[in-house]
């Protein structure tokens, strides 16, 4: 039997408590023997609750007790859940993990801490939920040269951009829909903006590069400046959008990676991922696109993507199997000399002066289109620095960029 | 450093010496050690060939050579490439394969004799090419009861569907231009009478499952019966069509599996995967669905899996890790007891007639439409047995008859 603790009894601690429970004897066959919840650490009591006489207050009871062999940190946060995190690994305790903020910020630190000690920092859950991508790319891609990423991994931005293209709701209407819904906190900033899928996208490209990847250096922009016109031109070109992260490798061995909002073709394999699912393309040198789409959030999908860590960490009890990623850091390639097509929206009197501005270069722009008094098109394919450079000449002329993907 | 020998060198075998040769640095990493092809057998030799001096003929050179740790039979068939499997995993050699056909008729004993011998069987190349299934169903489902597993497994009959859909195409021109680029072979019979989604069905079956599942116990039937006409009405009412594997488990534990063209609507995560793609959608109980897409079959994706195995049993050195199925049956529902919709085409004249048969069952039947000279409609849920039944007594004027996912 392996004896596991539980740090934080809120959405996802009693969803990692519940999966333990519900599929038990499933989890006796993988895992080769029983898992029990032996301590949940919580500020609160939970009076009445199945579990309440494993509730406990101090955290040392856990980090004493040489039954317990994982520690599931499931509270959030880079305070209190670094320093439990760092004190379980250094007590030889393997810890998985739901909390991506903290492994974004401190990953580099707690793998190499869990590979000096023979255990594991496991973190399935920290993106895309219950979709099994680090296990993936960890796992199934050992062949492989993985060239890029690309990825919806936020669910509250998909289900407000899924809400604007099917129901023609403004910006401010999908968030508030999404809001009563759950789906979207009180403050939304950190979804709406951007914030989170830039964590997840560093998670992503460190795993993919081998490399520490600083969240601070990925161009980060979110989709509050999406505006209905937008969709109405994306509807009539064919596509939609969608708030992406991209990460590739370049020829010269840097990273490129953004987190925005893209025009996405209708036949993008990503196109087809709507409401509050992820999906995430990986691109390998040899086996070419693999799409991964599921529930990227939600109480029970994060709960058993940490239940799947757990198992792992029982099954390879005294090894470390984890790689992650080294204390090297990637180069980031900077985003200026990125090089695609922009989707440009003016007003019908701008048109042909800003449609102007942007011909001449490597490949033509295309017709465009008017629509209810503006006009959109897209624009060849140039240099990141040279568009913006462009589009601050035009200044208030442009009501509005997209990148095409 | 790992040394293996590779069986077979056609296209499967040759794509796994170029993926271990150009990922080499890559492989290093993930298995911590190279991994040296040692030999390659073939009946054939292949002067002027890079890897020419480690082309022998006789298989007992490899089993006699002690250095050899993993073999990867890519030969095909179940005669000589079943005597090799049995003979290097009694000699303690784990085994890779891309073989479905020998991995569905032998693989409990296969999987047994390897769990007994400290080695491993793996055949992530089985079933849906380069995406990583089986590694997940074994790595990253353990926390979750699978409940069902619907897929497009076969890329060959995805071509041929996707060409009448697209092209208005009828079957024969489909299948041939499907010929014509390889994608079908000169007798198509394996993938378009659904036999070879049927023995990939029956490996993903017996996984979900983990116990044994017989290929010939699953119904199956083929896409030779589609017409045309069938799109134009699936394409009327919002839908495709799809040769499906759908297997599920029943309340009573009970599994219901099934290979056949379905109606899928075209909001269906599997309606997009079009062409020679491959789409599994797994149930999970806690979860939910989530899809895996991607190249189901070609030489590089199909190596890059096998080489992904071959890095796994170098990294799990005298463990046995590959649980797959023990040694008891599953019982297989009998089909006749599926309760569902059924798309039926029948004639103008006949169309009052034939759509009255279905009338009167738990829920209505859908009104139906008229288009060139025939009559569509879904009936309403019913049982296999009964919709049979009344598709006899109906006779000729059933055109033709789709199940609806």
Chains 1, 2 share one sequence.
């Not at 906190?185 to 996208?201: F, I, L, S, W, Y």
């Not at 701008?350 to 008017?370: I, L, M």
Request: charged share 25%.
């Amino acid at each position: 039997m392996a004896n596991v603790a539980v740090l934080g009894y809120g959405t996802v601690g009693s969803g990692v408590v519940e999966v333990l429970e519900r599929n038990k004897e499933r989890i006796l066959e993988s895992a080769g023997e029983r898992i029990n919840v032996k301590y949940i650490l919580d500020l609160r009591d939970f009076p009445g609750d199945p579990f309440e006489d494993r509730v406990i207050h101090d955290f040392n009871r856990i980090l004493e007790d040489s039954e317990i062999e994982v520690v599931c940190e499931v509270m959030g946060g880079t305070g209190a859940a670094y320093q439990f995190t760092r004190q379980a690994l250094e007590a030889g305790k393997s810890v998985c993990t739901s909390n991506k903020e903290l492994v974004a910020k401190h990953g580099t630190e707690l793998l190499a801490l869990a590979a000096g000690k023979h255990c594991n920092y496991m973190f399935e859950a920290s993106v895309g939920g219950g979709i099994p991508l680090i296990r993936n790319i960890h796992n199934s891609y050992t062949a492989e040269r993985i060239l890029a990423v690309t990825g919806i991994l936020n669910g509250t931005t998909n289900y407000i951009l899924s809400r604007m293209e099917k129901e023609h709701a403004d910006y401010h209407e999908a968030l508030k829909q999404a809001q009563e819904l759950g789906y979207a906190e009180r403050n939304p900033e950190a979804d709406v903006e951007g914030h989170d899928t830039c964590r997840k996208a560093a998670i992503l490209s460190a795993l993919m590069t081998g490399r520490e990847v600083d969240a601070e250096e990925i161009y980060t922009e979110g989709i509050s400046g999406i505006q209905q016109q937008d969709f109405d031109f994306a509807c009539g070109s064919g596509m939609t959008i969608r708030l992406l992260a991209v990460s590739r490798i370049l020829e010269d061995g840097r990273l490129s990676a953004v987190v925005a909002p893209f025009m996405v073709p209708r036949e993008h394999p990503l196109a087809s991922v709507g409401d509050v699912f992820n999906g995430v393309l990986i691109t390998g040198n040899m086996l070419g696109d693999t799409l991964f789409y599921g529930r990227g959030a939600g109480k029970l999908p994060t709960a058993s993507a940490v239940a799947a860590d757990v198992i792992d960490c029982v099954r390879n009890r005294g090894r470390s199997v984890m790689a992650g990623w080294g204390s090297g850091k990637a180069e980031i390639a900077d985003i200026a000399e990125n090089e695609r097509h922009f989707f440009v929206r003016t007003s019908a009197e701008d048109a042909e002066r800003v449609r102007k501005a942007f011909q001449g270069e490597k490949e033509g722009a295309s017709e465009g289109s008017f629509l209810d008094g503006e006009f959109g098109f897209f624009t060849p394919v140039m240099k990141e620095k040279d568009f913006q450079e462009r589009c601050r000449e035009l200044g208030d002329a442009i009501k509005s960029r997209i990148r095409l993907i």
